[in-house]
């Protein structure tokens, strides 16, 4: 199941509120900011773990994705500049 | 649009750099040196004119215009882009970008359409030169298919120039179409420039 981040309503980052143990049926109430990387789009998330994964080589990713080495760093460098405005 | 027709105007994403670059030149000289063989040039940016050159001439102004071009959009690329910017991808893509202008070079391959447009061209001048016009309807006809299908490439190939220069610049939008057309002109003003000091046999 995808987890939602941008509320449907007002397209506003949701936070989250409750995390529950499966086990011992611990719930932990609050309001917590998404981690940066939850915040990203699923395509974004798992471009960031191919890349960790390629040992941070855009040349190697771009030969995996069947993709251009600037096409590559293009979508690098959009997920830079949104991890920056999160900030 | 599926990927498939996605890559007639924008194959970028798949392919640039050093490969595009050896692919693209590789088309290029052999559409400009077919070009020379039926009388067409490829002096600019867009610029394709009916002209008996040399075979070197040929393809002397043909890569002075793309060299020009893309170093004028690297610059561009340069100053308004976030991104490191690789000169080979820049290079590779604009000069993959040049294939539609073969489809121009393999009409001209058809001695009718480059012998018509001549005519036409001809007849056009007559009243200046005061020669008679010898251009037929069936002239006129076969030209302006020709002029047809050399806008068409013309379009495709900008287009793919366009592209070429987003992706490999990483620049989008307002500030991207403003540095192509500046780049584009500028070249065509420096090639026509080249080409009148040649002509006045400055160089």
């Known amino acids: 199941m995808k987890l939602p981040c941008i509320c449907p309503s007002c397209q506003q980052q949701l936070k989250v509120k409750s995390l529950r143990c499966e086990y011992c049926e611990t719930e932990v109430n609050g309001l917590y900011t998404l981690p940066l990387l939850a915040q990203l789009s699923e395509d974004e998330q798992d471009f960031i773990l191919k890349f960790v994964k390629s040992s941070g080589s855009l040349k190697d990713m771009a030969k995996q994705l069947n993709l251009s080495y600037p096409t590559v760093r293009n979508r690098l460098d959009d997920i830079i500049s949104k991890l920056n405005n999160y900030e | ?203």
């Open chain 2, 1 to 203: 649009m599926n990927n498939k027709n996605l890559s007639l105007i924008n194959p970028f994403e798949r392919i640039a750099g050093l490969k595009a670059l050896i692919i693209g030149l590789i088309i290029y000289i052999a559409t400009v040196v077919l070009g020379q063989i039926n009388g067409i040039a490829y002096p600019g940016v867009i610029s394709i004119k009916l002209a008996s050159l040399p075979l070197l001439s040929a393809l002397g102004i043909a890569l002075s215009a793309l060299i020009i071009f893309i170093l004028i959009l690297y610059i561009i690329g340069r100053l308004i882009s976030k991104s490191r910017i690789r000169p080979v991808d820049v290079a590779g893509t604009l000069t993959l970008a040049k294939v539609p202008l073969l489809l121009v070079s393999l009409v001209g391959c058809i001695p009718t359409f480059t012998k018509s447009s001549i005519e036409v061209t001809n007849s056009l001048l007559s009243s200046i030169t005061g020669n008679a016009s010898t251009a037929s309807g069936t002239d006129y006809l076969i030209m302006s298919i020709f002029v047809i299908i050399i806008m068409v490439a013309t379009i495709w190939m900008l287009i793919l120039s366009y592209n070429a220069f987003s992706i490999s610049c990483n620049v989008k939008g307002v500030k991207a179409i403003a540095g192509f057309i500046i780049a584009a002109v500028l070249t065509e003003c420096i090639c026509f420039a080249i080409l009148l000091a040649d002509f006045q046999g400055i160089l």
